[in-house]
């Protein structure tokens, strides 16, 4: 079976992260899309974001019945920080008989060479980036294994929503309808 892993702290998940698991799970190769709830992104702070129990129910909101997304926790017992290559080793000993691609927006792309032991991500897994306004892909765009995809993409952020919700503002349509109803009734944010 093809996955594609899109990585993200999705706090919480929105509609533009849905919008592009969908777009990548119809409109490439990939069997699945599953959306990685990721405990702690080792370049990001911790103390903004919810409980990891909270954002993956979300992603479950989020998701569905839809059968070509799923919600990973898959990182939850792993060390933390987060670190992709590890995470992708544990994945290929875990289900050997998948194949494993990432999916990632065109900013990590150029951030790609920071990241723990990126080269052996390079060589052993294909690279599925979607452009992100106002952010040049970096040299890493002309590797063999990395496809651009034109996905649509929407104006959103987690942080803005968080803030909205601080706010007392509506986040409906900026988050899917179940996530929406959920939050409304449960102060996570």
Do not use: C
């Not at 479950?60 to 992709?84: N, V, W």
């Not at 792309?109 to 599925?128: G, V």
């Not at 980036?129 to 959103?156: S, W």
């Amino acid at each position: 079976m093809k996955i594609g892993l899109f990585f993200g702290s999705f706090n919480p998940v929105h509609t533009g992260h849905m919008i592009i698991a969908n777009h990548i799970a119809h409109w490439t190769d990939l069997d699945q899309v599953w959306l990685v709830v990721s405990p702690q992104n080792p370049f990001k702070e911790r103390s903004n974001l919810a409980h990891d129990f909270d954002r993956l129910h979300l992603v479950h909101l989020a998701i569905g019945d839809q059968d070509k997304l799923r919600a990973s926790d898959i990182e939850f017992g792993l060390p933390k920080p987060s670190y992709t290559v590890d995470t992708l080793a544990y994945l290929k000993d875990k289900f050997p008989t998948h194949t494993f691609s990432l999916i990632m927006g065109g900013d990590n792309l150029a951030n790609l060479h920071k990241w723990k032991n990126y080269e052996m991500i390079l060589r052993n897994h294909d690279i599925l980036v979607y452009k992100r306004p106002n952010y040049d892909l970096g040299q890493l765009r002309h590797e063999a294994r990395v496809t651009v995809v034109e996905a649509p993409l929407m104006e959103i952020s987690s942080s803005f929503i968080r803030e909205s919700i601080r706010q007392k503002k509506s986040i409906r349509y900026l988050v899917p309808d179940e996530v929406w109803k959920y939050l409304e009734a449960n102060p996570i944010y």
